[in-house]
């Protein structure tokens, strides 16, 4: 039975290895190599656009962390238990906080879920700043990087289209040039 882990193991082993053969495929699939080259081309104002987003939620996620422990809720204030503990669990600490805020845009948590809550034992001005951190996020913020992408891939593309077109401008004049004169 030993034997036949090891075996299995060095199999895996191999298997992975395979993994070491995309490279070569893909200088030869021409389609791939430009996605490729689009994704890392469009990483740094990718990582900009996430340094505001990361700034904004952090933001927020310090006020929405402060207006909750100032109200007092989380010491024991009256209602209804099952919204204040939905209150403790979103917006209990600062991290807590900013996890809740991008599952919201990100869709991994209702921001009705979040927001009535917090509207009905916190503040009600705390409604309005959830749908203006809503529309902000999704409409705004996540256009813009769709936007980003898209405004890059056309740059990177126009530059390789112009490449290829001085490589084919190159080769003719090479090929006319039979006797290497220049």
């Not at 402060?66 to 917006?91: C, M, P, T």
Request: net charge neutral; hydrophobic share 50%; charged share 15%.
């Amino acid at each position: 039975a030993m034997l036949n882990m090891g075996a299995l193991r060095l199999l895996r082993i191999v298997r992975l290895l395979r993994i070491l053969r995309i490279p070569r495929l893909m200088h030869s699939v021409s389609e791939l190599n430009k996605v490729i080259y689009l994704i890392f081309g469009s990483l740094p104002s990718f990582l900009w656009t996430m340094i505001i987003f990361a700034l904004l939620i952090y933001t927020l996620g310090v006020f929405f962390t402060q207006i909750v422990a100032d109200s007092g809720v989380l010491g024991g204030g009256g209602g209804d238990s099952e919204e204040v503990d939905a209150v403790h669990r979103y917006f209990g600490s600062t991290l807590v906080s900013c996890l809740t805020l991008y599952k919201i845009v990100s869709g991994g948590v209702d921001w009705e879920d979040v927001s009535t809550p917090v509207m009905k034992h916190v503040s009600p001005f705390a409604g309005v700043v959830f749908i203006l951190y809503s529309l902000f996020a999704v409409l705004v913020l996540l256009n813009l990087v769709t936007g980003v992408f898209v405004d890059e891939a056309m740059k990177l593309s126009r530059a390789d289209k112009e490449l290829a077109l001085l490589e084919t401008a190159y080769r003719l004049f090479r090929s006319s040039d039979a006797d290497g004169s220049g």
